[in-house]
């Protein structure tokens, strides 16, 4: 695997490939991987003739200090992982790289940014948002992959290929969960072995609800049951527990057929999200 901190290095490296060879598959990433962000490499890689990984905790995405102090950083475990899956290529830059000029740009998403997570995480599809689109710039790539787990993400990086008109094909790629259900996040190597035990309350809740809402119960008892249920828990804070139109993410009152479940919340100090898609 080349690996590149310094954007004009791999520039001409990647160019060289399109030229040669054929597409360019995208993997931006945070880090501290695990099996989730791997199945979005193997995605690209059944795709695309050149597969980039990105390494690179955003600064201007985290609106908590302590979360970004506490994200989990694991480079040489995240090289040996995408070595070992023949990852083609690394982009692991530095703020320096990333922020040389500083930046000040803001993006607005209209409601899609101020609901659910952006409610919760002011400025957060912001900095995602920015971060993406350097990203882009810097890789070109023909198609990026990103996961279903950070599904508004998904749909704020969609409007903002849309509106940028950014030359790429975006791909959402399935939730990767532990055998218990717990959706894999480098988050959750924060939890200890007790709170990695209640943390498997956020994918219960949702199996529990879909069941509630095939059994024709409506969505304000079901909604209203569950957040009783987090309620009850120790080190348990819920944050959002919604359903949602998967188009627009606006709220539903019952299941049609592109609808979603959404939920939010803390484990300890520890802040987790998942989501699960509904048949109708
Ligand atoms: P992150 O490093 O958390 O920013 O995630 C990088 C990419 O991996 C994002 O597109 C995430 O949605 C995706 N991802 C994170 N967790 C999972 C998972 N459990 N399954 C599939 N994709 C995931």
């Known amino acids: 695997m080349q690996i590149f901190s310094e954007i004009e290095p791999m520039r001409a490296f990647l160019g060289k490939l399109k030229r040669d060879t054929g597409t360019i598959g995208f993997v931006p990433t945070m880090g501290a991987l695990h099996p989730g962000h791997l199945s979005l490499v193997k995605a690209s890689q059944s795709e695309n003739s050149t597969t980039v990984c990105s390494i690179y905790v955003n600064p201007t995405q985290f609106n908590n200090a302590d979360d970004l102090a506490k994200y989990p ?15 083609d290529v690394l982009f692991c830059p530095g703020n320096d790289v990333m922020y040389e000029s500083g930046s000040h740009i803001k993006f607005d998403f209209g409601s899609l940014d101020t609901m659910l997570e952006g409610r919760f995480r002011p400025g957060h599809f912001s900095g995602v948002a920015l971060v993406v689109s350097k990203l882009f710039h810097i890789v070109n790539p023909d198609n990026a992959y990103f996961g279903q787990k950070d599904f508004q993400q998904y749909k704020v990086i969609e409007k903002l290929v849309e509106d940028l008109k950014f030359n790429v094909s975006l791909r959402c ?27 498997t309350i956020f994918y219960e809740s ?4 879909a069941q509630m809402l095939r059994n024709g119960i409506s969505w304000s008892v079901i909604q209203s049951e569950i957040k009783a249920t987090f309620e009850s828990m120790d080190e348990i804070r819920l944050e959002y527990f919604e359903l949602a139109d998967t188009s627009n993410l606006n709220s539903l009152e019952s299941v049609s057929d592109k609808a979603i479940l959404l939920v939010a919340g803390y484990v300890g100090e520890v802040r987790l999200i998942d989501n699960l898609l509904l048949e109708a």
């Open 73 to 87: 950083r694991t480079i040489d475990r995240d090289i040996a992982m995408l070595n070992e899956v023949n990852c």
């Open 206 to 209: 949702m199996k529990q609800a």
């Open 173 to 199: 790629i399935p939730i990767e969960r532990e055998p218990d259900g717990l959706a894999m996040s480098s988050r959750n190597a924060r939890l200890s072995l007790s709170q990695r035990k209640k943390a």
